[in-house]
């Protein structure tokens, strides 16, 4: 008799625990739920409920649910109480005409038999299946972009634990429709939501609240990705800088020059200075340091972007290791603030001329210049017998219009997807083409100078060339981040993702890739030391050898 007894007590134990939810478990549904209806449900889309004020509520209720029966009845009352979801016929229908892209596609939570009941998942796919194909209140489209809209701010100070989760919330359904790249993030989407609940309920001040967002919003591994907060810039990176100009080669600073001060101070350091640690901590640890809360396709990409932090800091000096002359000295540099820092004018740049007396190489700075430019540039430099354009570097919208003088017709230069909006997290795909049939294209050789900064625009800039029958790029890798990007802010903080997914013409990616040179050669310490640009002077070398 005992031992039933005591089997009985076991098999109960184990179905209460069974049936025990987590407060993690919870708010993870409840976002997921919250998320889905908010641009699936056909009530909730046109935007007739106070769908932020649903959410705080339902966060106050769920405080009082402890097991997956009370929560699936909690929710099945909710969508209930939402209005009568009628059947949409049109659904059912597939375009044919579109070739979907389904790999960010993923709403088998809906069936989780481990936290929803069979009537609740029914009930979730019933919408699913007859969701809202109208205008949907809280998004728009311009041609085939996506824009958010009608979102409340809360502002972007800390005030609750709840509002912080709203914000969190957003963002997280926002990557869950709308990313084409939600697919290849380092770290499961699924599980940013299980490990970034617990941090926002610990949020407790501004300065906590801007820096979780900023590690939520790095976890897109995307470098079109920021959040601009004032705040962190100030107090984690720094207002003050030591007065010099570098850049970053072989995870090292090289020095190229010093700039004055309104206090005409000597600066200990000198041009040419190898910076290899800062504050007793090496280049690559600082890289990983700033890592955290700076958003980036890869590691190229990440340095691109946090070089610039290096020499700042919210103290009065800086305790520098320095190579100099093959020596390894110890400074302490003083910081300025950026007002008392004299910044040089940087040089007036040539948008394109010859590198050669014989006038048989042209250059092209695409940085610089303008449609305007092109058909001046063109006359100057058509009979050049190569044409080398610098693509280290942002174009001005120059891509159509150079297409048309340099290739010799017309031919699919990239794939793109874009967001099906009758169907979120699903994207079509949609071949483009570039170019037009032009007998009198530009027969030279294409030379494409890349690095890590050839981003998005540039990068569909750079695939444009590569149909040139001629061409060849040089240089590193691109910074693998292109497609038209959507802006929006969270927590009232400016940031944005990429929007639209670009590919190669077979579907092949080149986001967190990027495009891959025909040659590779990246600037050395040594180059930089002696004022050479080893990019351009092996472009130059191709064109003299052919290898």
């Given amino acids: 008799m005992r031992k039933i007894s005591l089997f009985i007590l076991f098999f109960f134990s184990l179905h209460f625990s069974a049936q ?26 046109k935007g007739n409920l106070n769908w932020d004020q649903q ?5 106050d209720e769920i405080n009082n649910i402890h097991d997956k029966e009370q929560l699936n009845e909690f929710y099945f009352k909710w969508i209930s109480s939402l209005g009568k979801v009628d059947v949409c016929k049109k659904c059912s229908k597939e375009n044919k005409e579109k070739v979907y892209f389904l790999r960010n596609f993923d709403l088998g939570w809906i069936s989780n038999k481990h936290i929803f009941s069979e009537k609740v998942s029914n009930q979730l796919l019933f919408i699913q299946n007859n969701r809202n194909m109208d205008s949907n209140h809280y998004f728009g489209i311009g041609g085939r972009k996506v824009y958010f809209k009608n979102e ?19 963002y997280w359904n926002f990557v869950e429709y709308f990313f084409p790249y939600k697919y290849l993030t380092d770290q499961n989407w699924n599980d940013v939501l299980t490990e970034m609940i617990p941090k926002f309920l610990n949020v407790n001040n501004d300065e906590n609240y801007h820096l979780t967002l900023a590690e939520l919003v790095t976890k897109v591994d995307d470098s079109h990705a920021f959040l601009y907060s004032p705040m962190i810039n100030s107090y984690q990176y720094g207002r003050r800088k030591v007065p010099a100009a570098y850049t970053y080669v072989e995870g090292k600073l090289v020095v190229m020059a010093i700039n004055t001060t309104r206090f005409d101070e000597e600066i200990p350091l000198k041009a040419g200075d190898i910076i290899y640690d800062i504050n007793g901590r090496t280049i690559p640890q600082m890289v990983n340091s700033f890592g955290k809360y700076v958003p980036a396709s890869n590691s190229w990409g990440k340095v691109n972007k946090v070089k610039s932090l290096f020499l700042f800091s919210n103290q009065d000096s800086l305790a520098l290791k320095v190579e100099r002359n093959g020596e390894n000295i110890s400074l302490m540099v003083k910081t300025y603030l950026l007002k008392d820092i004299i910044w040089e004018k940087p040089a007036v740049q040539q948008k394109w001329r010859f590198l050669d007396a014989g006038k048989k190489t042209g250059y092209v700075n695409m940085g610089i210049i303008e449609r305007s430019d092109l058909d001046n540039m063109y006359k100057d430099l058509h009979t050049a017998a190569s044409i080398i354009f610098d693509l280290r570097n942002y174009p001005k919208q ?9 290739l010799p017709e017309k031919s699919i230069y990239y794939q793109f997807n874009f967001p099906e909006t009758d169907y979120l997290s699903k994207f079509y795909s949609s071949k483009n083409s570039i170019g037009r049939k032009n007998p009198d294209y530009y027969k030279g050789n294409v030379i494409v100078l890349v690095d890590g900064s050839t981003q998005s625009q540039a990068e569909t800039t750079t695939m444009m060339f590569k149909q040139h029958p001629k061409v060849k790029v040089i240089g590193s890798h691109t910074s693998g981040a292109n497609g038209d990007v959507i802006r929006f802010k969270i927590a009232d903080l400016d940031t944005c993702f990429t929007g639209l997914g670009a590919y190669y013409p077979d579907g092949r990616e080149t986001q967190r890739i990027g495009i891959v040179p025909d040659i590779i050669i990246k600037p050395t310490v040594k180059g930089v030391q002696q004022g050479k640009d080893e990019v351009l002077e092996r472009a130059l070398e191709y064109i003299k050898t052919g290898f």
Avoid: D
């Avoid at 976002?31 to 009530?43: A, D, Q, S």
């Avoid at 701010?153 to 969190?168: D, I, M, P, V």
């Avoid at 159509?400 to 340099?406: C, H, K, Q, V, Y």
């Fill in 398 to 406: 120059t891509i159509i219009p150079l297409s048309r003088m340099i």
């Fill in 55 to 59: 959410l705080f509520r339902k966060m």
């Fill in 152 to 170: 409340k701010s809360y502002g972007s100070k800390f005030t609750t634990n709840q509002t912080a989760l709203l914000e969190f919330f957003r």
């Fill in 20 to 45: 025990a939810l987590s407060e993690t478990q919870k708010l993870e549904s409840l976002c997921r739920i919250w998320g889905f209806l908010k641009y699936y449900h056909p009530e909730v889309a």
